[in-house]
């Protein structure tokens, strides 16, 4: 039960950081690109990767804050189902290209966001 309560309190932490950030960056960039929800699931992409790799290397994260960090908080930071509809939005819209940058951008990005964590968290 414990990990359960983890999870639901790092999710809400997460979704309220998601909610700050994708605001922030969609009130700058504009609306015409999906831009927070890119840059979101970069970020959770590089701190899952930091933070598996950390707790792999050095034993200093404990299960339990591995749960609360990994499916609470990036769970509820990264944004798939949103980053999938709004692809979709951007192709009924009949915006093929920038639907495919999002496609393309986003998934090469996140892999390449969670080796550079994954690298970070050898390093430190």
Do not use: D
Request: hydrophobic share 50%; charged share 10%; net charge positive.
């Amino acid at each position: 039960m414990e990990k359960y309560l983890l999870v639901f309190l790092g999710g809400g932490l997460g979704a309220m950081a998601r909610y700050g950030l994708s605001g922030l960056i969609h009130r700058y960039s504009g609306a015409e690109f999906p831009l927070g929800t890119m840059i979101i699931n970069i970020l959770g992409s590089i701190m899952i990767g930091l933070v598996m790799s950390m707790s792999e290397r050095y034993m200093a994260i404990t299960p339990n804050i591995r749960v609360f960090l990994t499916i609470g908080i990036m769970g509820g930071f990264t944004t798939f189902s949103s980053f999938s509809y709004e692809t979709m939005a951007l192709l009924q819209g009949g915006q093929l290209v920038a639907a495919s940058v999002n496609v393309a951008g986003s998934v090469v990005c996140c892999i390449a966001g969670a080796w550079a964590g994954i690298l970070l968290g050898r390093i430190i």
